[in-house]
């Protein structure tokens, strides 16, 4: 099993580079096999398609955020604290793994309903883990008179937005970015912040 799952991440690494450098219309399977030193049977065996191996990717991508989101969240912290510190991991999870992100953000735009199927489905996973902590918030007492539904929707709308154009062209910068962002979605939900007062 080791040999398999080590071939499998090989696999998923290659196409990674190949993606990055290539774009994922020109990237052929057999470029993914070349530079992951693995035979085509050992390719088709972990996917049956270059569509497949992307989604992997994009699997992958999708747990290493989340894993790391749910890291921030275990820290016993008041519900907003929680939500700050899930933010802020999002846009570092982002920044150092930004190859990947343009890939999953930019790469994968038109690719059909299967990649639009997961996109959908992985946005959804984030606005239930962003409304669970708005609820809990909500429930210590730090937060009144908002709908965590839509503010979690509207949440995810505007990292998503950041992140996208920051993943294309670089702008506008994290470092600057995050902690506006930060003090709009708080403020947003009534939160004062230190630096307001």
């Given at each position: 099993m080791p040999a398999e799952q080590d071939t499998r991440s090989r696999i998923l690494e290659a196409a990674l580079e190949r993606f990055a450098s290539q774009g994922y219309h020109a990237t052929k399977v057999a470029d993914i096999v070349d530079s992951s030193r693995t035979s085509k049977g050992a390719v088709y065996f972990h996917f049956p398609s270059k569509q497949d191996i992307f989604l992997g990717l994009?699997?992958?991508f999708a747990g290493l955020l989340e894993g790391r989101v749910?890291?921030?969240?275990?820290?016993?912290?008041?519900?907003?604290?929680?939500?700050?510190?899930?933010?802020?991991?999002?846009?570092?999870?982002?920044?150092?793994?930004?190859r990947l992100a343009k890939i999953f953000l930019i790469?994968?735009?038109?690719?059909?309903?299967?990649?639009?199927?997961?996109r959908l489905e992985i946005h959804r996973r984030f606005i239930a883990l962003i409304q669970d902590q708005l609820e809990q918030a909500l429930r210590e007492g730090d937060l009144a008179g908002i709908d965590?539904?839509?503010?979690?929707?509207?949440?995810?709308?505007?990292?998503?937005?950041?992140?996208?154009?920051?993943?294309?062209?670089?702008?506008?910068?994290?470092?600057?970015?995050?902690p506006e962002l930060r003090g709009l979605l708080l403020r947003g939900i009534g939160l004062e912040l230190p630096e307001d007062d």
């Open positions: 994009v699997d992958q749910q890291e921030a969240l275990a820290v016993d912290k008041s519900g907003v604290e929680r939500v700050e510190a899930a933010l802020t991991v999002v846009m570092d999870t982002f920044t150092r793994y930004r790469q994968a735009a038109g690719l059909g309903q299967e990649f639009e199927t997961k965590p539904e839509v503010t979690a929707y509207a949440w995810m709308g505007a990292v998503n937005e950041l992140v996208i154009s920051w993943v294309h062209d670089g702008h506008p910068d994290p470092e600057r970015a995050l």
